[in-house]
């Protein structure tokens, strides 16, 4: 079945620990992305990654790192999470111009 | 900077009529439209396109509507359904400016059975 799958779908830590979400694509898209979602906001882009080894910052990118070693898989890092990064995580991917993203089920990240 | 947004956050429609959901977009440069579907829990998930050569795209029960006049998008639903409860979004893509899709705030539309 083609997806996205992130892990942890849940996540509690305390400011300051290092985390790192996965997120891993089975359909060899070539373009991947990290989206926040916050009530009253649309999903806001954190990062993306066109191609392997290729990546940019999307509209918040700050506290946030990815890196992008091979096609499917982009891990987000959060170096040191701190409590405005409390929210709901989502990756996805996107097969070609003009085509819908396909997104995972989500990672709800608490920061204490 | 660019904006999407939805007219109503809310919506309560009984079960067998019919539902729209509203989009406004900013970015007369915008070229494809898509909406998403989310359920509690998950991610969200495609329902509909459209390009901005069409005015209009049927699926299963659902229909886009595009004026790229007023800058308008809209999802009907026909013959709403319980199922169909859930927060619906959309999202318009500047082709020309590379893979940034922008998002709308979205729509809860409850199904009244």
């Known amino acids: 079945e083609a997806q996205v799958t992130q892990n942890p779908r849940y996540l509690i830590t305390v400011t300051g620990k290092k985390l790192t979400v996965t997120c891993s694509q089975n359909?060899?898209?070539?373009?991947m992305s990290w989206y926040r979602q916050d009530p009253g906001l649309g999903l806001r882009q954190i990062y993306y990654?066109?191609?392997?080894?290729?990546?940019d910052k999307g509209d918040v990118p700050e506290g946030y790192k990815v890196s992008r070693k091979e096609k499917r898989n982009f891990p987000l890092i959060l170096e040191s999470p701190s409590p405005n990064q409390t929210s709901l995580y989502f990756c996805?991917?996107?097969?070609?111009?003009?085509?819908?993203?396909?997104f995972g089920n989500g990672t709800r990240l608490t920061v204490t | 900077g660019e904006s999407v947004g939805l007219h109503l956050p809310t919506l309560s429609v009984q079960e067998g009529d019919n539902s729209i959901i509203n989009c406004a977009y900013s970015?007369?440069?915008?070229?494809?439209f898509i909406w998403y579907k989310q359920e509690s829990g998950k991610g969200p998930q495609f329902i509909i396109d459209?390009?901005?050569?069409?005015d209009k795209r049927q699926g299963q029960r659902v229909t886009v509507l595009l004026n790229k006049t007023v800058k308008h998008l809209s999802l009907q639903i026909a013959a709403t359904q319980p199922g169909d409860s859930a927060v619906y979004f959309c999202?318009?893509?500047?082709?020309?400016?590379?893979?940034?899709?922008?998002f709308g705030t979205g729509t809860s539309l409850t199904v009244i059975p």
């Open positions: 990654s066109m191609n392997v080894e290729v990546t």
């Open positions: 970015n007369s440069a915008s070229d494809y």
């Open positions: 996805a991917s996107l097969g070609g111009y003009n085509s819908p993203l396909h």
């Open positions: 459209i390009r901005s050569n069409m």
């Open positions: 999202a318009d893509l500047n082709g020309v400016a590379g893979n940034q899709f922008y």
């Open positions: 359909m060899n898209h070539e373009y």
